[in-house]
């Protein structure tokens, strides 16, 4: 909210917030997001939530994706991992870190996915 402008539009597409028992603090176990309303008030704000219009895209990010355009891999920064890291990472993915794994237990990405 402090970088829109007055009047401006905040969107918050797709977020869900649900209970975590395990959360870091109480507003994680609680499933509370936290936004600073009287902010976006002062300046005119206008906020949107809402399920991502996942349909009105995947067929042309398919298509980007299957002909090379989009490196999917990359841009969402997934990491091959054999079974025997496994543990690592998931105590990495539980520690916050930002890569997606993908478990490859026989070595077939190698060479098709980044390691």
């Known amino acids: 909210m402090g970088i829109t402008r007055a009047g401006g539009a905040l969107g918050v597409p797709g977020l869900?917030?649900?209970?975590?028992p395990g959360g870091v603090d109480d507003d994680a176990r609680s499933g509370t997001l936290k936004v600073r309303l009287g902010l976006?008030?002062?300046k005119s704000h206008r906020f949107?939530?809402?399920q991502c219009p996942v349909m009105k895209y995947h067929r042309s990010?398919?298509?980007a994706i299957l002909h090379g355009r989009v490196h999917i891999a990359k841009a969402v920064n997934a990491t091959v991992i054999g079974l025997d890291d496994a543990p690592r990472g998931?105590?990495?993915f539980d520690q916050g870190a930002s890569r997606k794994y993908v478990l490859d237990p026989h070595g077939a990405l190698t060479g098709v996915?980044?390691?």
């Open 16 to 20: 869900y917030v649900t209970d975590d």
């Open 40 to 42: 976006g008030c002062a």
């Open 48 to 50: 949107t939530t809402g």
């Open 61 to 63: 990010l398919m298509m």
């Open 90 to 92: 998931y105590a990495e």
């Open 113 to 115: 996915m980044p390691v």
